[in-house]
């Protein structure tokens, strides 16, 4: 069965970066759509990218356009949000997950099969 773990999560100042990673096991991510979503407390969980399967097509909420890049390596099966110019609304736990049956990608958490276990990100000074 497919796996996904999140890392890369930590504490930072605004206006820092960090650059999370999506490792894919149980089948070759170059099967899978990729999103990346983040949850904060007491609040939904909202979409923040996603990037396609095989051409990597790319989607970004407007809320992180300019500032975050995700891209994928197929021979390490990894997926990468690298974040920058990081404001506290950014603080939140952030997820990856996999689709497989279409092509493209979207940010609805409802079109997602797998999902990994997340990681936090926490942007204070």
């Known amino acids: 069965q497919l796996q996904l773990v999140e890392s890369g999560g930590g504490l930072v100042q605004p206006g820092g970066s960090l650059r999370l990673s999506c490792v894919v096991s149980?089948?070759?991510?170059?099967?899978?759509?990729i999103g990346w979503f983040h949850q904060a407390p007491g609040k939904e969980r909202e979409g923040v990218s996603c990037i396609s399967r095989s051409d990597g097509n790319s989607y970004y909420a407007d809320s992180v356009k300019g500032r975050f890049l995700i891209s994928r390596d197929n021979a390490r099966n990894t997926v990468y949000l690298q974040m920058n110019q990081l404001k506290p609304e950014d603080t939140a736990v952030y997820y990856c997950a996999a689709v497989s049956r279409v092509r493209g990608c979207m940010l609805a958490e409802r079109d997602y099969d797998y999902w990994g276990q997340g990681t936090q990100v926490t942007v204070s000074s």
């Open positions: 149980g089948r070759t991510l170059d099967y899978y759509a």
